[in-house]
């Protein structure tokens, strides 16, 4: 029995995933109204905060689900370079100019958000 168990049977690898992200968003959400900020905790529902893997299976369940998330941020990344490279301004006078600049200056900034997730 894993260390840190009482006996009941721990939460599956994609529920304690699951159960993070909720954390996750309910915390970026709810501080805010009360004026501050949160520290996101980390870790799954086993001893000390870490993951518990039952079994290989649920590791290569763990594996795939990220592989997954690692190709679509990579497919994004690829959809943004393509788009960067069709931005121009919707005409030649100043205003038009400055919006297209601004276009440009946002999806680079995703295109770094973007690798930086890759990382």
Known sequence: MPEGNSGEQAP???QQVDAQVVVAKVIKVIPPFF???ADLPVGGGGAGG????ASVADLDGLIARWEQRRDKIDDNG???DRIIRLI????GDQ???TQ???LLRGCGGDLRHSHLSRE
Not at 50 to 53: E, G, S
Not at 88 to 91: M, S
């Open 12 to 14: 599956s690898v994609d």
């Open 35 to 37: 004026g501050g900020g």
């Open 50 to 53: 870490h993951y518990a893997i």
């Open 78 to 80: 690829k959809t943004l």
């Open 88 to 91: 121009e301004p919707p005409a």
């Open 95 to 97: 205003p038009s100019r």
């Open 100 to 102: 297209g600049r601004r």
